[in-house]
């Protein structure tokens, strides 16, 4: 029998944000947040347009002030996707925000001014429905917590959140998602898991000011993989300096690597070296090209000569093997075609589609396409492996 790998899901309560469901089996969700003044309302809403195009499921604006709030109604109007409002320091921008039908609020409440301010927005968010992030973030935990453990290490950013989710609890009010972010990716790391083994609230991922691409988009791998393989994670985000918009293929890119969110063909090629004897480049380039927009969760190996490449393309469902002008396709570790280096791009292609088509009549095809209901379903999370629980390909 094949090896299959084995994964946990943090098991995590369902909150409804918007048009979504954060949590449980759900997809992890893709989020962003806007750069410009929110009340700027023309370049808000061109911004979050410009991230819906790009992917985006959730956009966060921040509102620092009263006429930030003002527009909120009509950002929402605009949009389609669900709208988060991001407050920090002044509690009253959060109970402002709740008076507007937007999606969540997200709020720190290390510096919102004590727990009977925490106290009221609670209140409010309850009476009106409205989902809250509680975001813990190591820049700015409580000076008690930090006098407590000497530094904001992950014990102690846990220890904040915990500390609000009781009160929560205590007001009667559940539906809250967590964040616990630094700029440190061991700290990330570490917060995360001590806090999954503690609470079941859907976290929110990232690395916080993790700073220009392509670096930061690296540094987020590095901190989100351990916790998305670890099964951590409900929505996520790349935090990246300047436009956002780069930050949706990047996070994709990390559900698609780590395999959490599947939603596009896996193209694996070798790097290439003095054995190539093939434009493999020139091929890879192609077949990115003519995939763009396909949504089949099916892995691809191109590989530039028959060192490595009978073997990937073996391991992979489809797979080109090349020599010197020509090469041979692979589907399912199967030799099934010869062909010559012109045609390899198409005869790879065809292959795909007759692939897909022979994995939709077995009823086996994975397609990202689905966005909600695809997900993991519960009983094979609670399908026992070797004492740990399966956690299936999560696509898309
Ligand atoms: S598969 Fe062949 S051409 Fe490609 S890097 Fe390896 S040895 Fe070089």
Redesign the pocket.
């Given at each position: 029998m094949a090896y299959q790998h084995q994964f946990r899901r943090h098991k995590t309560r369902e909150v409804r944000v918007g048009n979504l469901v954060v949590g449980g089996d759900n997809p992890i969700w893709v989020q962003s947040m806007t750069t410009p003044d929110t009340h700027d309302l023309g370049a808000t809403v061109a911004q979050i347009h410009r991230l819906e195009e790009a992917g985006c499921e959730i956009a966060r604006v921040t509102v620092p002030k009263p006429q930030d709030a003002a527009v909120l109604s009509e950002i929402k109007r605009r949009i389609r996707i669900p709208l988060i409002c991001d407050i920090h320091f002044d509690y009253k921008m959060a109970l402002a925000a709740l008076d507007h039908p937007v999606d969540k609020i997200r709020i720190n409440p290390g510096n919102i001014g004590g727990y009977d301010r925490y106290r009221q927005v609670i209140r409010k968010a309850k009476a009106k429905g409205m989902p809250m992030r509680i975001g813990v973030n190591a820049g700015s935990l409580e000076r008690e917590l930090v006098e407590k453990h000497g530094f904001p290490c992950p014990p102690a950013m846990v220890e904040s959140a915990l500390r609000y989710l009781e009160i929560a609890e205590s007001e009667g009010y559940h539906d809250i998602i967590v964040s616990l972010k630094s700029s440190d990716v061991l700290t990330v790391v570490e917060a995360y898991r001590l806090y999954a083994k503690q609470a079941d609230y859907p976290t929110h991922i990232g690395v916080t000011e993790a700073g220009k691409a392509p670096y930061a988009v690296t540094k987020s791998a590095c901190g989100l993989a351990p916790i998305l393989l670890d099964g951590i994670g409900d929505t996520i985000r790349i935090s990246l300096l300047g436009d956002p918009v780069p930050e949706i293929a990047a996070a994709f890119d990390i559900l698609q690597a780590t395999q959490r969110r599947v939603r596009k063909p896996e193209l694996i090629a070798?790097?290439?070296?003095?054995?190539?004897e093939i434009d493999?480049e020139g091929i890879v380039a192609q077949l990115e090209k003519r995939l763009a927009g396909k949504k089949t969760a099916v892995k691809i190996s191109v590989?530039?000569?028959?060192?490595?490449?009978p073997g990937e393309a073996r391991e992979a469902d489809l797979g080109i093997a090349a020599g010197k002008g020509k090469g041979v396709i692979f589907k399912r570790g199967e030799i099934v075609r010869h062909v010559l280096e012109k045609d390899m791009v198409n005869a790879l292609l065809e292959e795909v589609d007759q692939w897909e088509k022979e994995e939709a009549d077995k009823g086996t095809l994975k397609t990202g396409a689905a966005k909600i209901s695809a997900a993991a379903t519960a009983e094979d999370q609670e399908e026992p492996v070797n004492g740990r629980t399966k956690l299936p390909l999560v696509v898309g």
């Open positions: 070798c790097p290439t070296c003095g054995r190539l493999l590989l530039g000569c028959v060192v490595n490449g």
